[in-house]
């Protein structure tokens, strides 16, 4: 389970969240909504404590932000498996090598790498491109790399900051309904995007971050058919 506890969050001295409250439950998909700028990374990047609470408390892979030791925080890492926009791929070594990298940094076993490698890479479909360079595939392929590194150390959560942000809407898509099937084997997905075309495509779970606070919310269609209207659900 995740957790924020009365959680103030602070970037560079300017509040972001205050008092935050929030639970999400294991095996839950949830996204995080927002406009460009309203603290969808921070937060991202609180649960893998890049960035620390002011005050309050965030609960995570059996991890608590008040007592963990800074040696701690990359066996925190190691449970959560994270997709950013950019990729983030080496570009020096091939598909195989940027999965068995992660093992190896990791101390898993040389007998059990390549197994581990092709079954993240068969669950995105990309097996077949395992000696292949990152800047040999398309973006969408890249991403799909990108998910299958983050799967491939078993995490118990994958975090996701704006995984279709670099691609066109059908690519977006695919991405999609991979992090959906992963999210069907029981491993929560926390989604952090401004797409809202692409939830509203596959709806689930949806916190809309307002007033440094978040929200349940409705995403519905615009009167235009295509600009996205969002409704925080009524308190109370």
């Known amino acids: 389970m995740i957790a924020f506890t009365n959680t103030d969050i602070e970037l560079r001295n300017k509040p972001i969240f205050t008092n935050l409250n929030l639970s999400i439950q294991s095996g839950e998909l949830v996204y995080i909504v927002g406009r460009s700028g309203s ?7 609180s649960l893998y404590m890049e960035v620390m609470p002011k005050k309050g408390e965030i609960s ?43 093992l190896k940094v990791t101390g898993t076993k040389d007998s059990l790498i390549n197994d581990k490698v092709m079954t993240a890479l068969r669950e995105v479909g990309l097996e077949q491109k395992a000696k292949e360079m990152p800047q040999e595939l398309s973006g969408g392929e890249q991403q799909r790399v990108a998910i ?78 295509w600009r996205p209207v969002v409704k925080a659900a009524e308190q109370g």
Request: aromatic share 6%.
């Open 39 to 45: 603290g969808k990374t921070t937060l991202l990047k």
């Open 60 to 102: 995570i892979g059996g991890f608590s932000s008040r007592s963990i030791k800074k040696r701690q925080i990359a066996l925190l890492r190691r449970k959560l498996g994270i997709v950013f926009q950019e990729f983030r791929l080496l570009e020096d070594r091939n598909v195989y090598d940027n999965l068995a990298f992660v």
């Open 148 to 225: 299958a590194r983050a799967l491939v150390g078993d995490p118990v959560a994958i975090l996701a900051d704006e995984p279709t942000g670099n691609l066109d809407p059908d690519t977006s898509i695919e991405i999609l309904e991979y992090l959906k099937k992963i999210n069907a084997r029981g491993i929560t997905v926390v989604i952090g995007t401004h797409d809202y075309e692409l939830v509203r495509h596959y709806p689930s779970r949806t916190l809309l971050i307002t007033d440094r606070n978040l929200v349940e919310t409705t995403i519905e269609a615009a009167p235009t058919g």
